[in-house]
């Protein structure tokens, strides 16, 4: 069974600093892997996948992510952290079923 | 890009009533559709999967008598929770899926508040 597992429900950053927000995942077969970010009060919207290919994803605003089968990690990373970049972040995984399971989240926190 | 409108996005009801949510994929055929919970400051919790013109399949611990689920078209699914109680109250969100694309869109979410 495929599982996730988000280090840290919260990380906070200073505005421009590194962002680095921690997955790790577990699958019987090869995983693809999501990162969602959400806002309050509002769905999930989509920052970058995994599925086949290059281990090293780009997604939207910035942020990228390098899949790594070693040490069964996925972790999203931003050079500069902007004070937009501020919500709740997802990881997750689909199985074969296609059903996504998510990890427990990790609210980013970015002070000016 | 695919889009999935879904209304309403705050409802407020009276304890006993049913409420129904409805997700429309705008621009893509849903072949499948998630529908989720999120408790307040946690993460999202599948409820079950619906497929256009079949039964859906609940997670185990979801009442399917409860948690009405219905796929009639490829672009628009519902979900009501019928007889509503306060434990209801909760932040649900529908995800749809267009054939193996092996992407997934989600609606905005509708906030369920049962007095």
């Known amino acids: 069974a495929q599982s996730v597992t988000q280090l840290g429900s919260h990380v906070s950053v200073s505005e421009g600093a590194l962002v680095l927000l921690r997955c790790n995942y577990s699958?019987?077969?090869?995983?693809?892997l999501f990162w969602y970010v959400q806002y309050p009060n509002q769905g999930l919207q989509l920052l970058l996948k995994y599925t086949t290919g290059a281990t090293l994803v780009k997604g939207i605003n910035g942020f990228e992510a390098e899949f790594k089968k070693s040490e069964t990690s996925f972790h999203l990373t931003k050079p500069s952290a902007h004070m937009s970049d501020a919500a709740e972040y997802f990881c997750a995984v689909s199985d074969s079923t296609d059903k996504l399971i998510f990890g427990t989240g990790t609210r980013l926190q970015v002070f000016p | 890009g695919a889009v999935v409108s879904q209304h309403p996005s705050r409802v407020i009801c009276k304890s006993g009533t049913s409420v129904k949510i409805e997700c429309r994929s705008l621009d893509f055929q849903a072949t499948t559709m998630f529908w989720y919970r999120q408790f307040p400051k946690q993460s999202l919790m599948l409820m079950a999967t619906s497929n256009e013109g079949s039964k859906a399949t609940y997670e185990q611990g979801v009442e399917k008598d409860k948690f009405l689920i219905n796929h009639a078209s490829l672009t628009l699914s519902t979900l009501t929770v019928t007889s509503a109680h306060p434990e209801d109250s909760s932040f649900y969100i529908c995800?749809?899926?267009?054939?193996?694309?092996?992407?997934?869109?989600f609606g905005s979410g509708t906030r369920l508040t049962v007095v």
């Open positions: 699958s019987s077969v090869p995983p693809y």
């Open positions: 995800s749809a899926k267009a054939g193996q694309t092996y992407g997934y869109t």
